[in-house]
């Protein structure tokens, strides 16, 4: 219970999407309704892995975006996870 309330204070118990999302609407400046889609869309991805078993496969994509995700100079957010992007969808397919 001690940790479940110091979740609630810290910022080390926020969710990877959401820290996605917070840095690509940072660089190319999302609305809040682009901000909701931008959840919707990992909450549809991770939903898809959960059921057809392919979770380690949707954590790999997301830590390999929150280690490669860059702004580029025209407000653009991109990462570089082909390989991690191809094995989820060759796992959900």
């Not at 931008?38 to 909450?43: A, E, I, P, Q, S």
């Not at 580029?72 to 570089?80: E, I, L």
């Amino acid at each position: 219970m001690i940790l479940a309330l110091a979740c609630l204070f810290t910022a080390a118990c926020s969710h990877p999407e959401d820290d996605l999302c917070d840095d690509k609407c940072d660089c190319e400046g999302c609305s809040d309704r682009q901000y909701a889609e931008c959840l919707d869309r990992y909450d549809d991805r991770y939903a898809d892995a959960d059921r057809r078993g392919c979770v380690d496969r949707y954590d790999d994509l997301l830590a390999c975006e929150d280690d490669t995700w860059v702004c580029n100079g025209d407000d653009k957010w991109s990462t570089s996870c082909k390989y991690e992007n191809d094995a989820l969808n060759r796992c959900l397919d």
